[in-house]
């Protein structure tokens, strides 16, 4: 049932994001070409035109995260806390199927906003340098010129290996975080008849100072002699800790407390 769940979440959330990411790689594409045009010109209007298309350009790359967190958390607000609840929480699936699906594609659409911004913030760089794409990937090392790099550095292949494993859990890690920790606010705040905005944002802020206050203590706990692996692991275990208590606010709010009222 799970996997029929995340097939009709991205369904659902694929007509927004989908047009989205397209808007964003034409953009990239528009900027390219009009730079091309409109750089070779000496007119002052048509300067200040591109100054100000550029400026565009990069405002809408930063708004592209922006823009895939609200929709994940439109989707979550309307599909479990407004009408649509009441369908949902009657479906023959339990609370945890519903949030992760939810979980699930949201990280996946989190990959593939940043694969695009990635993308586009290369063909950029490259455009603006005037420099060309096989000329720029020819210049990076290869991954055998890597390694011999990194065991000039005193690396071993095998911590290597652990450390970029690390890093990647801590990206997952950290992405079911973030949203777990709209998630978790949200399902507060829907706990109370009236005011729920206003309760939601109250619930976010209090939860981000305890999260603050307890990253801080941790990092002071952490001896400054740790090695790389240790201090990756510490801050993968403090999402884990964090994360599943968002989990147990989320689904204890959304089995007992919830008011869709």
């Known amino acids: 049932m799970l996997g029929k769940l995340i097939k009709h979440e991205f369904k659902a959330t694929g007509r927004t994001m989908l047009p989205a990411l397209g808007v964003f790689a034409v953009l990239a594409v528009v900027a390219n070409v009009g730079y091309r ?52 929480l009657t479906l023959p699936v ?57 065991r000039a550095a005193g690396f071993r292949t095998f911590r290597l290996i652990f450390v970029g494993l ?5 990206c997952i890690t950290a992405g079911l975080c973030f949203c777990l920790h709209f998630y978790a606010a949200i399902s507060i705040g829907h706990c109370f008849t009236n005011h729920k905005g206003l309760w939601s944002v109250l619930s976010y802020i209090c939860i981000s100072i305890v999260t603050s206050l307890c990253a801080t203590k941790l990092t002071s706990l952490a001896p400054s002699s740790a090695e790389i692996e240790v201090l990756v692991g510490l801050m993968i275990a403090f999402e884990v ?11 204890h709010s959304l089995r007992r407390g919830l008011n869709l009222a």
Do not use: C, D
């Not at 800790?241 to 689904?251: D, E, K, M, N, P």
């Open 37 to 88: 045009f409109l750089s070779v010109s000496k007119n002052s209007v048509i300067n200040a035109m591109l100054t100000l298309f550029i400026v565009l350009f990069f405002v809408a790359v930063a708004a592209a995260g922006l823009v895939t967190v609200v929709i994940m958390i439109n989707r979550f607000y309307k599909n479990l806390l407004q009408n649509e609840g009441y369908l949902m």
């Open 241 to 251: 800790v964090i994360g599943a208590a968002f989990y147990l606010i989320s689904t």
């Open 166 to 170: 690390e890093f990647l859990a801590l």
């Open 94 to 150: 339990n609370i945890h199927q519903l949030m992760w699906s939810k979980l699930i594609v949201s990280l996946v659409w989190f990959v593939a906003t940043a694969a695009v911004v990635v993308l586009i913030i290369v063909l950029t760089i490259v455009n603006f340098s005037h420099m060309e794409l096989a000329r720029l990937f020819a210049g990076l090392p290869t991954f055998t010129q890597l390694l011999e790099l990194i």
